[in-house]
């Protein structure tokens, strides 16, 4: 078993903001597969990963990948460099943290949404 802060480090080596430029039909997919994981809060998807950081990482990825694309963000607009991408990912998490930390049994998916328009100055 692991921590919140243990799984929020695995993340911040892992570029969760990548282009929603998506077809209809693979956008229809994204959605659903992000409905599918929404009951999630900060610590059930601890729990239920079980020590799989990569469980963690793929919940939070298609929640990322769901508010950017309701949101109609392109991140490339945002990231343009290493180093912009570098910053908005250790922003990123550091709000995921912040968002987990004030409440374990809050529901990842508003942490996640909450965490991308504060770092993108939303």
């Known amino acids: ?18 282009t929603a430029a998506r077809a209809d039909e693979e ?8 409905l599918d994981v929404m009951y999630h809060t900060c610590q059930s ?7 799989d950081e990569a469980y963690v990482l793929d919940v939070v990825s298609k ?6 694309y309701n949101r109609e963000i392109d991140i490339t607009a945002y990231s343009t460099s290493e180093e912009d991408k570098t910053r908005l990912r250790e922003a990123f998490v550091a709000a995921l943290g912040e968002g987990c930390q004030s409440d ?3 529901l990842l998916g508003g ?11 939303l």
């Open 1 to 18: 078993m692991f921590d919140t802060r243990h799984w929020i480090a695995a993340l911040a080596a892992t570029c969760l903001f990548t």
């Open 45 to 51: 998807v601890i729990d239920e990963a079980d020590g």
């Open 104 to 106: 374990q049994n809050a």
């Open 111 to 121: 942490v996640v949404d909450t965490a991308v328009k504060s770092t993108l100055g």
């Open 63 to 68: 929640m990322v990948a769901l508010s950017l």
């Open 27 to 34: 956008a229809e997919k994204m959605v659903q597969d992000a």
